[in-house]
């Protein structure tokens, strides 16, 4: 009995043992790995917790400032109130918003989607009800806040264009980003984040955007916010000063807004600053910060007109009469005729079987190239255009920045079209024909051109060297901001002496009796401008309706069919500074309908003094100064 006690004793001290050891080296590995992880990589586990408990989140920047070229403000960041909705802390969210559509409107469309969007998001993520409210509407709602339980009302900033349609195709516009739109940048994945569609806009949009801010808060397991525990201010976009004169750019608008259709550009020609250049009609860009109805987007794209075009860039026309300068030129440089040679016209010119007529039926007799220009003469280029082909008049073409882009800083630019031989065998497979370079050479056939491009021709004609057209004061880049000053542009390897002339046609063209602009010339001694007519069909005249019914009068046709009317012209006479062209879409007479506002705009400019110096974005100290439009520089200039 004893023995199997003893025995069973010791059988129990061993178990004891072993599962002593067991427990030991048990609590042994667990000091040890309790050690490892509290003492070896705590460092590594305080950041797991901290990255758990804190949310790095990114601020969105100021927008950059853009300003007319004395500082004017033209695309601001103003003040945005809009309302919110948390669902945790609404008793009823459809209660509530109904009882808000009764203090400010919502309606249907608005609630159903605010209760969409708060049924997919978490009970304390807020939801916006309505952006950029009034502050009577913001007062209306804070007085009746005790019966609106679960709102928020919040202030952001929006992209504001005081201007409204007088710049909009210029400046453009931003809009919400696409997901086509995201390249990785995190700024743009930001809940409301705007970037640059249109315009300058988008063209220095990377400029404009500026650079993040963050902010660090603390939260919860759900994602809630408890506290915010640091913040940093991102850096604003850089502010860009466009050369354009918000008061000359305001008149254009005016001046054009009393036909269906047309645009009209200014230059100073020694600098190649667009002073003005405006399109109508416009639109309100405004409408698409926030988000542009599927109504209004309807009605603006299917607008005959094209409200959403600048024609001063994208709209490509035959420049017709206008283009008569370039063959001039072309003609003295190839040395094939000179300024004093006369060619008959007896209203038609005869090439094989085909007969190509003038404007003027019974003909203008003899003339010389300053007559021609003076009274337009078809036939007078027809001359010339036999004698020097349309290869060297489309080399001359090119010179004058015709049928190649501007380079303007604009988005969506056409080059146009100034046709040659090579082309047409390349593009169409067919050979040139001589009846062609006769069309040609009065700007019809395939000869297109943009009225910006065409305002660049003037400007090359008056100052003789290669002007290029551009937007902004300075050089523009997400890096920085550098001064456009001290620029020089190379000469345009013209004979001077030959521009001479090309300008004294002009000349005649607008100061001399019976020139074809005489009744639109600009009296005022000092700010005489010399320019160039232009009228360029849009159908085909037959034979039968001239031996018929004879030519139809743009009167008698509708809207679509009527000629387009054009006028290119620098200013002052002596002292050439500004060039303008002036397109009006189906307008009928360049002398009757495009000349007059040319006339009226390039007085404007002048008496404005629009191409004085302006300022720099280096010149602006802060936002502030942009809310008091720079008047005074004009004031001490003049002064």
Known sequence: MWHRDSDRFRMFTRRALMLGAGQGVLLTGLAARMYYLQVMESDRYRVLADENRISHRLLPPPRGLITDRFGAPVAVNRQNYHIMIVREQAQDVRRTLEILDQIIELGPDTIERVERDVARRRSFVPVTVRDNLTWEEVARVGVNAPDLPGLIIDAGRSRDYPEGPHLAHTLGYVAAVSEKELTGDPLLELPGFRIGKNGIEKIYDLALRGSAGTSQVEVNALGRVIRELDREEGDSGSTVVMTLDLELQRYANQRLSRKESASAVVMD???????????HPTYDPNAFTNGISHKLWNSLVNNEYSPLSN??????????????????LAG???????????????????????????????????????????????????????????????????????????GIDLPNERSGLIPTKDWKEIQLGKRWQGGETLISSIGQGYVLATPLQLATMVARIASGKAVKPHLTRDHVTPEGI?????????????????????????????????????????????????????TSQVRRITMRERQTTGVLDNDELPWKYRDHALFVAFAPVDNPRYACAVVVDHGGSGSGIAAPIARDILLKAQELKSARPGISAANIASTAELLHPALRDRDEEEG
């Open 269 to 279: 020609i020694h600098n190649g600053e667009v002073l003005a250049m405006a399109s």
């Open 311 to 328: 024609k001063a860039i994208t709209g490509t026309y035959a420049p017709g009469s206008t283009f008569k300068m370039c063959v001039a």
């Open 332 to 406: 003295l440089e190839a040395g094939v005729v000179t300024a004093n040679q006369r060619f008959f016209c007896p209203g038609h010119l005869d090439l094989g079987n085909a007969r190509f007529h003038c404007w003027k039926r019974g003909g203008h007799g003899w003339v010389d190239m300053h007559d021609s220009m003076k009274h337009s003469c078809d036939v007078y280029y027809y001359e010339i255009s036999q004698k020097i082909g349309i290869d060297r008049i489309a080399a001359m073409a090119n010179k004058l920045g015709l049928g190649e882009l501007t």
């Open 482 to 534: 550098t001064s456009r000053q001290n620029e020089e542009f190379p000469e345009l390897q013209v004979n001077r002496a030959n521009l001479a002339r090309i300008r004294d046609g002009m000349n005649g063209v607008t100061n001399e009796l019976r020139g074809t602009a005489h009744r639109s010339r600009i009296d005022i001694k000092g700010m005489e401008m010399a320019g160039k007519t232009g």
